[in-house]
């Protein structure tokens, strides 16, 4: 059973950046397609972002296109979100998701939470205005 742990989250002004962090036990992660979703208080889980097994291909949500950026290290079972310019709105639980399939999305999109097999918990950001 494959385990994802987030960390990085936590407080932050408003036009501020945070780095997220996915850490996977067992080594098959780095064949997996990995997205990250949030959630905010009292609102329905939303897709952010989504990277390839290779991180030969990512995918965003039009809202924080051009401000995240996703990535991955293999060699570490990690991939990350870097967050720039974060808005209060966007304040929510974040969660990374790891989906056992690799390669492009070309039969089905990243963005539905039910393509993707594993959860982590979650990190906590809020961003202050």
């Known amino acids: 059973q494959m385990q994802l742990v987030e960390s990085g989250g936590g407080l932050v002004q408003a036009g501020g950046s945070l780095r997220l962090s996915c850490a996977a036990s067992?080594?098959?992660?780095?064949?997996?397609?990995v997205g990250w979703f949030r959630q905010a208080l009292g609102n329905e889980r939303e897709f952010v972002a989504a990277i390839t097994w290779n991180g030969g291909s990512t995918y965003y949500s039009d809202s924080v296109k051009g401000r995240f950026t996703i990535s991955r290290d293999n060699a570490k079972n990690t991939v990350y979100l870097q967050m720039n310019s974060l808005k209060p709105e966007e304040t929510a639980v974040y969660s990374c998701?790891?989906?056992?399939?690799?390669?492009?999305?070309?039969?089905?999109?990243?963005?539905?939470?039910?393509?993707?097999?594993?959860w982590g918990q979650g990190t906590q950001v809020t961003v202050s205005s």
């Open positions: 067992g080594r098959t992660f780095r064949s997996y397609n």
């Open positions: 998701a790891a989906d056992r399939r690799s390669g492009i999305w070309d039969r089905y999109s990243p963005t539905k939470e039910s393509e993707y097999d594993y």
